[in-house]
């Protein structure tokens, strides 16, 4: 740090040099065109399927693996339910038996098509079910929703009075790439406008805010680019999910670096009277802070690559280049333009030059002065309000969501799905299936066949193939509840206990539980180590111990805070049934990571300023000039994190809702109050063992010359 800060380095000098600012804009441009049109693609090799995310030794996938030797791994059963509750005639029961003859003649369909099976109503039935096959191939994703509409479009002929749904594996495979398709369009333009609006009122400029969305998009298309290219040579794990997260945290990540560095290039410019030179000064200055920022956020996300899960795994390596492309074009092509436009992209407030800086008399000076005269006290109130709302994360149910409740609204295999379990075994859509050596078929098949919560008789008989036997039963309840996953741990327990069967259960209800377990191992290796690296990033930039694990502190508050608030309105607002078992480590993530990142903006402020005045001037002077820059950085985070919350799916709401409150919490109390407030206790044993934290404060009687910004200038 001390040879970084002792002249402007030579990053510092290239987007700003009057000769490099023209390389820099020219070598983006030329990556834009290159990146942009394989970013396009990128919807192209997202792997979606539920299957796909589960670790290789869980025992769902080594099921999957081996029930390919008797059925293509991309096989999708749809199940397209018809309901009548005035009872199914004959004749309604033969045009059903009609439209199963259509749904064989549809593309994708290979195998034959089961049904109509009647429901057991008497004297007539009132629901039936059609059971089809889809060989989804490697692009069946994309395909679902078509051939979803197909199906409704056959099943509707001839069904007067009869309410048609299609349901299952497909179904639902059908409204979830619904929910993702044109995510990443929906979710750049709603992230576009937030932080265009959050830009104009933080600069007040009808201008300058077109060249941070200029960087940030140019970045934007650029990573995927990247990404895409990493799927498709490299086997990366990209999903929706990954890819809306990954268009929110570039917007909101890299504005909120646009922010700092305009922010000091803005003081800059009135200390130099050459832009050129303003810029050098405002990266070497702000430089720092924005690249242990992004450090801390990138080294967080990479963190995630020891998850088992392969889509926590797979989001890690997304969001780190996100991140870092962000961080690239913040420093280099957003300098380049800045001074490419001059003083005038300001306007029509022109930071003059040898003008007093607004922020030393500014609404932050004076909050900071109101925290400096009690300040223990304010920490305590603080840290307490935060502990109370954190109480309400007892009440967080992350236990994983029902297909039902993983949607906002009732999509359509909902609706099927309600009816199914209305009028047939709730578990009928979706089997258990278990594989064994074949010699020990009977035997395996019998103690299936027994487990409370599988509906006797309904194991069928075993498939023999290569030395193994397949087969499957119906569970009384539907497969993503907890009573499924109970039936699934006594069957498993029941097969594993067959001598030599080597026997394994699988299904739908096993990747959930498996992926539920996945979930739990990740959350109690990751955030240890999450932690760990984000202590020594601080530890390394500061210089000190004591700052660190006190920011960190405070950060981790504010998560358990955020969770409260989040799990209140979950209930009690939004009516969500619960939260998916990845939820807390994914807020947990983003929530240390980036709310860290303020603590670095206004921390290496504080200690810059520290060396000259002491740490009780140097918190008041660094909370006074980075106060108003932060709370906005924070509230363009906030609001592009919202963003996901225009997603049908909970998952991204919850995960969209939880982040931006816990980021006003970490930029407006955390970082503002608490923060500035622990500083000024503390004093200069934040800084210990590191020998600024022998300097004793300035009084303000001892202090000669200029204001304190104005002699830090003096110095260079």
């Not at 539920?50 to 099921?63: I, N």
């Not at 057991?120 to 079910?129: D, F, I, L, W």
């Not at 994703?141 to 197909?150: H, I, M, V």
């Amino acid at each position: 740090m001390n040879a970084l800060m002792s002249g402007v380095g030579t990053l510092a000098k290239i987007p700003s040099n009057k000769i490099g600012k023209w390389a820099i804009v020219a070598l983006w441009l030329i990556a834009a065109a290159v990146l942009a049109p394989l970013g396009g693609k990128l919807t192209s090799v997202q792997d979606n399927q539920m299957s796909s995310w589960l670790p290789g030794d869980a025992e769902s996938t080594k099921v999957l693996e081996i029930t390919e030797r008797f059925r293509s791994s991309n096989e999708i059963p749809a199940i397209v339910v018809y309901e009548k509750p005035s009872g199914l005639s004959q004749a309604d029961l033969a045009a059903i038996a009609g439209h199963a003859r259509q749904f064989a003649e549809i593309e994708r369909v290979d195998r034959e098509v089961v049904g109509p099976i009647p429901s057991t109503e008497q004297p007539n039935p009132q629901a039936a079910q059609v059971i089809v096959p889809i060989n989804a191939g490697s692009d069946g994703w994309e395909k679902l929703p078509d051939l979803a509409d197909q199906m409704r479009q056959i099943a509707g002929r001839d069904s007067a009075g009869i309410s048609v749904h299609v349901t299952g594996p497909a179904g639902t495979g059908a409204d979830q790439a619904e929910a993702f398709a044109g995510i990443d369009g929906a979710l750049l333009y709603a992230a576009l406008f937030v932080v265009i609006v959050m830009l104009l009122l933080t600069y007040r400029s009808p201008v300058l805010w077109v060249l941070p969305v200029i960087s940030a998009g140019i970045a934007l298309f650029a990573a995927q680019g990247v990404i895409y290219l990493l799927a498709k040579h490299a086997d990366l794990t990209v999903n929706g999910q990954s890819a809306g997260i990954l268009t929110v945290l570039v917007f909101g990540a890299g504005t909120d670096y646009a922010l700092l560095l305009v922010a000091r290039y803005r003081e800059e410019l009135r200390r130099h009277q050459d832009r050129h030179e303003a810029m050098a000064f405002a990266l070497h200055r702000a430089g720092p802070a924005i690249w242990a920022s992004a450090a801390t956020v990138i080294l967080g996300m990479v963190c995630l690559v020891f998850a088992d899960l392969n889509a926590t795994a797979g989001l890690g390596p997304v969001a780190a280049i996100g991140v870092g492309v962000a961080l690239l074009a913040m420093v280099t092509l957003l300098p380049a333009l800045l001074v490419i436009f001059g003083r005038w992209m300001f306007w029509p407030v022109r930071p003059a030059f040898d003008t007093a800086e607004p922020t030393e008399t500014g609404l932050w000076a004076r909050i900071g002065g109101a925290i400096g005269r009690r300040p223990r006290v304010t920490w305590v109130a603080t840290g307490l309000v935060l502990g109370v709302l954190a109480l309400g994360t007892l009440t967080l149910k992350a236990d994983g969501l029902t297909n039902a409740a993983s949607f906002t609204g009732t999509p359509d295999s909902v609706v099927g799905e309600q009816v199914l379990a209305k009028h047939f075994p709730a578990g009928a859509a979706q089997p258990v299936e278990v594989v064994a050596r074949a010699d020990q078929a009977t035997r395996v098949r019998a103690v299936f066949g027994a487990v409370p919560g599988i509906v006797p008789g309904s194991v069928d008989e075993p498939l023999v193939r290569d030395g193994y036997a397949y087969m499957t039963g119906t569970m009384t309840d539907a497969p993503d509840g907890p009573a499924a996953a109970a039936t699934l741990e006594r069957v498993r327990a029941a097969v594993h206990a067959v001598p030599g069967a080597d026997a394994m259960a699988g299904g739908m209800a096993a990747v959930l539980h498996d992926t539920n377990a996945a979930n739990s191992h990740d959350r109690g290796l990751i955030i240890p180590i999450v932690l760990i690296v984000v202590f020594l990033i601080l530890a390394g930039l500061l210089r000190a111990l004591i700052a660190p694990l006190i920011l960190i502190a405070t950060v981790v508050l504010s998560f358990f805070a955020a969770l409260g608030i989040s799990a209140f309105f979950f209930d009690n607002v939004f009516g969500f049934d619960g939260a998916d078992a990845s939820f807390p480590l994914f807020v947990f993530v983003f929530l240390v990571s980036l709310g860290i990142d303020y603590n670095i903006f206004l921390m290496t402020r504080v200690h810059e300023e520290a060396r000259q005045w002491g740490t009780r001037r140097g918190a008041l002077i660094g909370l006074s000039a980075t106060g108003g820059v932060i709370t906005s950085a924070g509230l363009v985070l906030a609001g592009t994190f919202a963003v996901l919350g225009t997603l049908p799916l909970t998952f991204a709401a919850e995960l969209g809702f939880a982040v931006a409150v816990g980021v006003i919490i970490d930029t407006i109390i955390v970082r503002a109050v608490l923060v500035t407030a622990l500083t000024l206790d503390v004093g200069r044993w934040m800084w210990w063992p590191h020998k600024l934290f022998r300097k004793r404060d300035v009084e303000p009687d001892e202090a000669v010359g200029e204001p304190p910004t104005r002699t830090l200038v003096a110095e260079h």
